[in-house]
């Protein structure tokens, strides 16, 4: 008999066992359920987002042009409300989108941190119930293959049966290569319900490439998985260690891995606590004089300059100038505070990659995030447009206070010594509605080539110790 | 008895030689002790950027004071605030406030992560709803909040739960496959008592498992164990973990008792596990999401933009409602600046209170939400082990009551400056010191303890549920048949 001939016979037999096995339709069962309920509950959530996002986004810039007439930088005082668009793919791979804030405020002297995650609207846990199509397969599959599989060569040393097939010249290659493919048909069988149900919860919903990519990166995962599964059952003295073996490889890729390399580089590259980004911010902003003395000196310095005794008499408005100069001292001091905050995020994902050496799921994981739209930097890309948007709207707000002499309403304000400005509908209509156009998918797929390696990588290697582990099954067989 | 303690020894060294005890225990052991480690240095940070905000905001509040010293002196004493600047209450209030800020969790080092998505600051002015005010948010990485930090909590639910199951799961079954079992009924030992010397043997393991999760608990609680209730706070954690950890022991002893082979015993643990960690408190989640469905955060945001809207208009009326919450200002004569003071007091006060309405349906039905989960969590030990080693730690309900004692300091504010403000008197520099400063309370463990018994009687009565169904199936003789 050939070698292939030898693999397709243990494959068969691996399918049928698998087949009579009550195991695999609980498991498949279990699988469904999980799915659907996933997928369903994703897509509910995705829906209620964008409709929800375009409802406030419209009705936000209805109320900026039609606010009352007023001081402008009262207009910039009042801001304006962002929400983030959220990619259809967030429904199958949620990413960080659920922990960032949804909504951001946009006002003169902050850069405010994003609010409202929705994952505390949802009243969803990190730890216990986190029920999404990617984590399903980055940990319940894995978890699945685990107890379907772990017995797989074990047993069979077990019982006796491999010395069985070795006396009959199958090799341990064959022997490893059927198990896989029997295995894998068995897994295919258990996850076929599930993952088609997935797919008509999501069909046409989510783009095409999107879904293939995540599938792609899913299978190499499986793969991935089942081999260190098989590799661990080969060198395992029972059934019982190899099962032992397979837990801790799934507690340390799915959970220790991930959470103690975030902790790590959160403790590497600490991220500064809100307490001590406010207090970062004051102590910037108190090298600068109190706002008393400014307002003194910069009245004092035009009333000088133009040779006049009123405030009335100059050609600009020194409290525009002040409002400018302490916008400029305000933005250097949130923005610099919240521009470290987010390299550090950045820092601490860079860092938080080099994991994926360590365990297959968390180069998965990335990879899965960065396909779908869902990863970090995303976030921050729309952070900065956010940003940006505010910038021009304050400097808007305050240059016109300044320069514009058409909204000065020629008095003195009867409590501070500042000019009365009054602006209406066409300044607010000057500010444009904020447009963001989220990176494509190549660009976020070149931006993860690293991740792209790893699963490589990781897919190879695995391949690779199957193969020597299975050699030393003759060893371990009698 | 002496086949019992003969059985018991036995299991004991083949566990020791096989590495079920050893691997296991160093496992739970380095995990746990990484796990405070990282608690601790969480906690410490925490009280130290407390102490940083405090510094600055003293810092900048002197900084003012020495304006006003200077204005006093040069060009003082004034009868009414020479405008808008340090000697002005309103540009005090400002300017110069304090931020409310809540001190770390008794306990924090036991669930460090639990509490990151939590206001950790207000800042709270009089006249003003607490809502709209300022408030300082997380700003851990979302990666790090998707992912988890890995603390105490993650090692008890995660890690502890999996090594007794690991060490468990063929309690009864690996018997059965290799034949002991049938050995042992054509004998005068009762198959009950080797299963009993099995599960003691394991018990004793698990013990082990707790105690060195109890060890690491200790350690990380550091000074704070000192402070108020803190040894009655980590002995009801350390009995949580215990329960938890036999939880999973008696459930593996069930399921060993009622399945057959070694493979499908783990399969129903692991599909118990996944029910209890993953599926049961997502669908409870999700039930409560969609029987009590809190609007979106952007429909809050636009109720509280659209918000004044409701409050009428008229200001007279408005001042009169004012005066008569608030009798002590009756007889003050107003010039116009107070009158306006006032005004804008009476109007952020109805707003604040229209404000809180639509707040209170939005949290009323997030509190339902809370109260559903709380009241099913009986179906998930993970679930009860979770809510209780937060309560234990001091982290469930805590920003509830950091936002109502807030709100109260937010009154002790109004009565240190409406006077000031409605008088148009002016904010000597004498007053700096007199500002109020917030402290923030802890629930005493007499107000907590009530409901923590009431969970850890729940997990108590899962773990005697498994135990004393596995008792009554091993009674019948039917274990190994």
């Given amino acids: 008999m050939t070698r292939l001939s030898h693999i397709a016979i243990i494959a068969k037999k691996e399918f049928r066992q698998y087949l009579r096995d009550r195991r695999l339709y609980l498991a498949g069962g279990l699988i469904f359920f999980l799915f659907s309920s996933a997928s369903f509950m994703g897509r509910h959530v995705s829906q209620q987002a964008s409709a929800t996002e375009r409802a406030f986004s419209s009705d936000e810039r209805e109320r900026w042009l039609n606010q009352a007439d007023g001081m402008p930088h009262s207009a910039a005082h009042h801001g304006v409300y962002l929400i983030r668009p959220q990619p259809a793919s967030q429904a199958m791979e949620p990413g960080v989108s659920l922990w960032t804030g949804a909504v951001v405020f946009l006002e003169a002297h902050n850069r405010n941190l994003f609010r409202f995650p929705p994952a505390r609207d949802l009243g969803q846990s990190r730890r216990l119930g986190e029920l999404s199509l990617a984590a399903l397969l980055e940990a319940g599959v894995c978890l699945l293959v685990v107890l379907l599989a772990y017995d797989a060569i074990a047993a069979e040393r077990e019982s006796g049966t491999l010395r069985l097939m070795m006396a009959q010249s199958v090799s341990p290659g064959s022997i490893a290569a059927g198990k896989f493919m029997g295995t894998l048909g068995a897994l295919a069988v258990a996850l076929a319900p599930a993952l088609a149900c997935a797919t008509a919860v999501f069909w046409g919903a989510v783009p095409w490439n999107t879904t293939v990519l995540l599938a792609a990166t899913y299978g190499a995962y499986l793969l991935q998985v089942l081999a260190i599964v098989l590799t661990i059952s080969s060198l395992a003295r029972t059934s019982k260690v190899a099962l032992f073996g397979g837990l801790t490889f799934w507690l340390w890729n799915c959970t220790v891995v991930p959470q103690a390399a975030i902790t790590i580089v959160s403790l590497q590259w600490p991220t500064p606590n809100p307490l001590e980004l406010q207090a970062a911010i004051i102590e910037e902003q108190s090298i600068h004089p109190t706002l008393w003395d400014r307002r003194e ?135 444009p509605r904020f447009q963001y156009l989220p990176g494509d998918l190549r660009a976020r797929l070149t931006e993860n080539c690293w991740m792209i390696a790893a699963s490589i990588l990781w897919s190879v290697a695995s391949g690779a110790v199957l193969a020597v582990a299975v050699q030393r099954v003759q060893r371990f067989a009698a | 008895m002496s086949r019992l303690w003969t059985i018991l020894r036995h299991e004991w060294r083949l566990m020791y030689r096989d590495g079920h005890i050893v691997l296991p225990l160093v496992i739970v052991a380095i995990t746990s002790f990484t796990a405070a480690h990282w608690g601790r240095i969480s906690v410490e940070r925490q009280r130290e950027s407390a102490q940083r905000l405090a510094a600055a905001e003293r810092n900048r509040m002197l900084r003012e004071q020495s304006v006003a010293f200077r204005l006093w002196k040069t060009n003082g004493p004034f009868a009414k605030a020479p405008a808008y600047g340090p000697l002005d209450p309103q540009y005090v209030r400002n300017f110069a406030g304090f931020s409310v800020i809540g001190s770390p969790t008794p306990l924090g080092a036991l669930a460090e992560a639990s509490d990151e998505l939590d206001v950790a600051a207000y800042k709270v002015v009089p006249s003003g709803s607490i809502h709209t005010s300022g408030a300082a948010h997380t700003t851990v990485n979302p990666l790090q909040l998707l992912i988890g930090s890995f603390d105490l909590e993650l090692v008890v639910i995660v890690i502890l739960s999996l090594s007794v199951l690991g060490i468990s799961y063929s309690i009864v079954s690996a018997e059965r496959e290799s034949g002991v079992a049938s050995l042992l009924l054509s004998t005068s030992t009762h198959p009950q008592v080797l299963v009993f010397a099995k599960v003691l043997s394991r018990g004793a393991v698990v013990v ?76 409870l989640r999700f039930a409560a999401a969609r029987l009590y469905p809190v609007a979106p955060r952007t429909a809050f945001l636009d109720a509280i933009r659209r918000g004044p809207d409701k409050v009428p208009a008229n200001d007279s009326a408005k001042q009169e409602a004012f005066l008569q919450r608030h009798p002590e200002f009756a007889g003050l004569s107003l010039g116009p600046s107070g009158t306006a003071q006032l005004t804008g007091a009476a109007r952020s006060e109805e707003w604040a209170g229209v404000l809180d309405q639509i707040v209170d349906k939005y949290e ?65 520099p004498d007053l700096y010191g007199l500002i109020p400063r917030f402290q923030y309370r802890e629930e005493p463990l007499r107000e907590v303890m009530p409901r923590t018994l009431l969970l850890v009687l729940a997990i108590a009565a899962w773990v005697g549920g498994f135990g004393f169904a596995a008792f009554l199936v091993g009674l019948r003789n039917r274990v190994f048949v």
């Avoid at chain 1, 921050?380 to 002499?405: I, K, P």
């Avoid at chain 2, 060195?212 to 009801?236: H, I, P, Q, T, Y």
């Avoid at chain 2, 215990?242 to 008696?250: I, K, Q």
């Fill in chain 2, 364 to 428: 009323g039905q997030q509190q339902r939400q809370r109260k559903f989960v709380a009241r099913w969590s009986w179906l998930s030990p993970s679930l009860l082990a979770q809510r209780t080693l937060r309560d234990a730690a001091g982290i469930t309900g805590r920003e509830e009551r950091f936002r109502n004692q807030a709100r109260t300091y937010q009154q002790a504010l109004e009565a240190f400056y409406w006077p000031l403000l409605f008088g148009e008197r002016v904010f000597t």
């Fill in chain 2, 208 to 283: 082990l498992f707790c105690a060195s999760v109890a060890a690491a608990g200790l350690w990380a609680s550091g000074d704070n164990l000192f402070g108020v209730d803190g040894v009655e706070r980590l002995v009801v954690w350390t009995a949580t973990v215990l329960l938890y950890g036999f939880f999973w022991l008696m459930a593996a002893w069930f399921f060993g008792s009622i399945a057959g082979s070694s493979s499908r015993i783990a399969l129903l643990l692991g599909g118990l596990w996944l029910a209890s960690v993953v599926v049961i408190p997502s669908v």
């Fill in chain 1, 297 to 431: 000196a910069i009245n004092r310095r035009y009333l000088d300059k133009y040779g006049v005794s009123s405030l009335l008499d100059l050609p600009v408005n020194p409290d525009g100038i002040l409002l400018l100069e302490q916008e400029a001292y305000d933005t250097r001091a949130t923005g610099r505070s919240v521009k470290r905050l987010y390299d550090i995020h950045r820092q601490q994902d860079r860092s938080y990659r080099w994991a994926a050496l360590a365990a297959p799921s968390v180069g998965t994981q990335s990879l899965s995030r960065a396909i779908a739209g869902t990863d970090l930097n995303q976030f921050h890309e729309f952070a900065d447009a956010a940003e940006e948007y505010r910038q021009r709207m304050v400097r808007l707000m305050n240059e016109t206070t300044a320069y514009d002499s058409s909204i000065r309403t020629g008095t003195i304000h009867s409590r501070a010594e500042v000019m009365n400005v009054k602006a209406g509908k066409d300044l607010w209509g000057r500010l």
